[in-house]
């Protein structure tokens, strides 16, 4: 029974590894696509293939940030990913306006969408660069031209969880 179970495990471990690694790898024949598609929403293929943002021009110091994990939906994990995409000047400017009226200091500024998944009581968990277990990271999301609150539901270090309502525009201060 023992050797059975050991070649039970050993055969996941052989056939999950192959999986997990055919999905990371991009094949040589798609990297000009892949360039093009990253370009089109303004990213850089790291960016792109990632689904982050690392860079927004004119901002210096902006923390990355990537999606972290699946989504939460309807009160339990799915294997859904909201997409995170970068903004343009003007919401960049309205993100640091709304940053010093807190006296904080803007992380980063997202465009962030699931398309296709129901948003009932959803969380996103995004990576941010820099946060700390315990650092006071507040999140809004811009509202017909006004930011409203979000709830921040969890704070670890390099990780921010929100409540995830609608697609939109959001921003993180510190």
């Known amino acids: 029974m023992k050797k059975f179970l050991a070649l ?6 052989t056939f999950s590894s192959t999986v ?20 089109s929403v303004g990213k850089t293929l790291p960016e ?3 689904n982050a943002v690392a860079k927004l021009e004119g901002v210096h110091g902006q923390a990355k940030i990537a999606s972290g994990s699946d989504m939460f939906t309807e009160g339990r994990e799915s294997n859904a990913t909201c997409i995170v995409d970068k903004v343009d000047a003007g919401a960049v400017k309205y993100a640091q306006q709304k940053a ?16 296709g ?9 995004l990576c941010i660069e820099g946060v700390k277990a315990g650092d ?32 939109g525009i959001y921003t993180f201060v510190k």
Request: glycine share 4%; proline share 3%.
């Open 8 to 13: 039970g495990f050993a055969l996941a471990l």
């Open 20 to 39: 997990c690694a055919a999905e990371t790898v991009v094949p040589e024949k798609d990297f000009d696509r892949l360039d093009t598609l990253a370009s």
């Open 48 to 50: 792109y293939t990632s």
């Open 100 to 115: 010093a009226q807190t006296g904080g200091e803007m992380l980063t500024v997202v465009n962030l969408t699931a398309p």
């Open 117 to 125: 998944v129901n948003l009932a009581d959803a969380q996103v968990a």
């Open 136 to 167: 006071n990271v507040t999140a809004y999301r811009s509202v017909k031209g006004e930011w409203t609150a979000v709830d921040v539901t969890a704070v670890a270090d390099d990780s921010v969880t929100i409540k995830f309502p609608q697609k």
